[in-house]
């Protein structure tokens, strides 16, 4: 996809300001390391002390589908597939959704607050070009931080239970449809809630918190049922992600077309 | 000569609030023209609806034959805006502001940083280029946001108060920068200010704005005109003029009206025939006169009498 050369201008303009900015990427780089670095870490570490545990009524409760392959493996090394295989995984689609929604959240509030907005109002760009610079803006530093966390993430994991396992185990083809698929389809969610929000609100901070009513439900959807995502086989997974970016692109396309520097300053 | 602005009955309201009520005017190819009127006149919705961020409720506007509210994005390329707030990003450097925003409009990058460094030091701001904008004074902050304006050769300028946390110098150079612009390259400028010295020195008509209605617009002289008959004269008299010297000029033939001043008092006549007259009814009753100077009526006058609604 070949973007018009005023939405590339607009994100370069937004990427450079958020790299010099330590306000935001402090959370960008803290938050991500704490949840797919440090926590991994920890729990991996006290799970690999712990291998000779037995889990098996554990895995009883849990879908066959998924039961299954790690009643499979040696005693050994079931505590460990499960603990940073599946269940660390509500902490992967956190990264995505708070990058997005603290990114998308300064879009046109943080605008008005440094008192640029105006500057950007009276240039030659189409409304709705701005729009979607703004949540492209906010996208793309998102899933890049999803991935390069995860990266660190599989490192991590992969590192801590070589001397139990021998053998690279993250990612999963489950793992790469919810990092690939369903990681974004939450950032675009996150965003498009977002980014609409930050239209309406004065400050930045005071996005955060109109749309911390949407999106900590989100969050919390996010974190309830990502464990199960991991729970599920690979087509129901690229299914509920579909439905994920069906529900994103409704929000961001309408907002789209809602959008327009009058009613921006009109609010 | 074409009129690069025109505007019929145009009109904005946001909810209750009249914001601009029916603005005609026009505005001439190389023509500066100020925006005159206090907080809430209704000057930063006129840039907005003339530069196509705004859509009037009623009535129409042309920029460069160019329908604001339909031809935005085509009429935002051809203008420049200096807000009052200036809009820099505090993150960047002054170049940066300057060379990003040149993106956004579609200018090649070494093009536009050639240009920005050649602005930055014609405005004096060149040693600063690579300084992040966040401890720039408001002068300095000021002189970059009036370059960034300025980056594509705009034909239509619209500044608002371009002089305004400038020191005296910067303030002339910025003000000489505006004429040169209207002057030599046939830029049209649309000029809001408070300061009416710097609208009475750069603009050739004024629009007096008041709540959202256009009060007044022509040059200072034709708006002085329409105000008051005839010509002000002001009298030095040694001392401001008491009871008994007003009852002199009121009785003296021409005089249409008289008040005091800290230096005599200062009598409006008819013409200027009439000043002799006035001088020999006070030396034949022994007032001493120094001097008797006519003046023209200055932008202030007008602005205040508009502004206190003596038309």
Redesign the interface.
């Given at each position: 996809m070949i973007l018009p050369g005023p939405v590339v201008a607009v994100i370069r303009k937004d990427l450079t300001a958020i790299r010099r900015s330590p306000a935001v990427v402090a959370p960008m780089i803290a938050v991500p390391v704490l949840l797919l670095v440090l926590m991994p870490l920890g729990i991996g570490l006290a799970a690999r002390a712990q291998h000779s545990v037995d889990i098996s009524r554990v895995l009883a409760r849990l879908p066959g589908s998924v039961a299954e392959p790690i009643l499979r493996l040696p005693v050994s090394e079931q505590l460990l597939v499960l603990v940073c295989g599946y269940l660390l995984a509500p902490l992967f689609l956190i990264v995505p959704l708070m990058v997005a929604a603290v990114l998308a959240a300064d879009a046109f509030a943080g605008e008005k607050e440094r008192r640029t907005l105006e500057t950007l109002l009276h240039l030659p760009i189409p409304d709705r070009q701005l729009f979607y610079a703004k949540v492209l803006g906010a996208f793309l530093p998102a899933v890049l931080v999803s991935w390069i966390g995860f990266v660190a993430f599989a490192v991590v994991v992969n590192t801590v239970a070589w001397p139990v396992l021998h053998r690279v185990f993250v990612p999963t083809r489950l793992w790469a449809v919810v990092i690939l698929w369903v990681a974004p389809a939450v950032a675009a969610l996150g965003m498009g809630v977002m980014v609409r929000v930050s239209a309406r609100a004065k400050t930045a901070q005071e996005a955060n918190q109109l749309g911390g009513a949407v999106i900590l439900p989100l969050l919390f959807i996010a974190v309830g049922q990502s464990t199960g995502l991991l729970l599920v086989t690979v087509p129901v997974a690229i299914g509920i992600g579909a439905a994920v970016w069906v529900l994103a692109g409704w929000l961001i396309v309408r907002g789209a077309h809602r959008f327009t520097r009058d009613r921006l300053l009109s609010n | 000569m074409a009129a690069v602005i025109e505007t019929e009955d145009l009109s904005r309201s946001?909810g209750r609030q009249v914001a601009l009520d029916g603005l005609s005017l026009d505005v001439q190819e190389g023509e500066i023209v100020a925006l005159l009127g206090p907080n809430g006149a209704g000057k930063t919705t006129t840039v907005?609806l003339l530069?196509?961020?705004?859509?009037p409720d009623r009535g129409r506007a042309r920029v460069l034959g160019l329908d604001p509210g339909a031809d935005?994005?085509?009429?935002?390329?051809r203008?420049g805006?200096l807000?009052?707030?200036?809009?820099?990003?505090?993150?960047?450097t002054a170049r940066?502001n300057l060379v990003?925003?040149a993106?956004?409009?579609?200018l090649d990058r070494a093009d536009a940083r050639r240009r920005a460094d050649d602005l930055l030091e014609h405005l004096g701001m060149g040693p600063l280029a690579g300084r992040?904008v966040a401890g720039f004074s408001t002068g300095q902050r000021k002189r970059v946001?009036l370059a960034?304006a300025l980056l594509h050769d705009p034909e239509v300028l619209?500044l608002d108060e371009p002089t305004s946390g400038l020191d005296p110098v910067a303030s002339r150079d910025v003000i000489e920068l505006i004429a040169g612009l209207a002057r030599e390259q046939r830029r049209t400028i649309v000029l809001c200010t408070h300061f009416l010295g710097d609208a009475g020195r750069l603009c050739h008509r004024m629009a007096m704005l008041d709540r959202g209605r256009l009060r007044a617009f022509g040059t200072t002289a034709d708006l002085a005109a329409g105000l008051w008959q005839g010509l002000v004269v002001d009298l030095d008299l040694g001392g401001p003029a008491g009871a008994a010297v007003l009852q002199i000029l009121e009785a003296a033939p021409g005089v249409l009206e008289c008040d005091t001043t800290p230096a005599g008092a200062q009598v409006r006549v008819g013409d200027r025939d009439a000043v002799p007259a006035v001088v020999a009814a006070l030396v034949a009753r022994d007032v001493p006169v120094y001097a008797a100077v006519p003046r023209a009526a200055t932008l202030e006058d007008v602005y205040f009498a508009v502004q206190e609604g003596r038309r």
């Open positions: - | 946001f907005r530069n196509g961020v705004l859509r935005g994005t085509e009429l935002r390329r203008t805006v807000t009052d707030a200036a809009g820099l990003d505090d993150r960047l940066e990003l925003v993106g956004i409009r579609g992040s946001a960034m619209f």
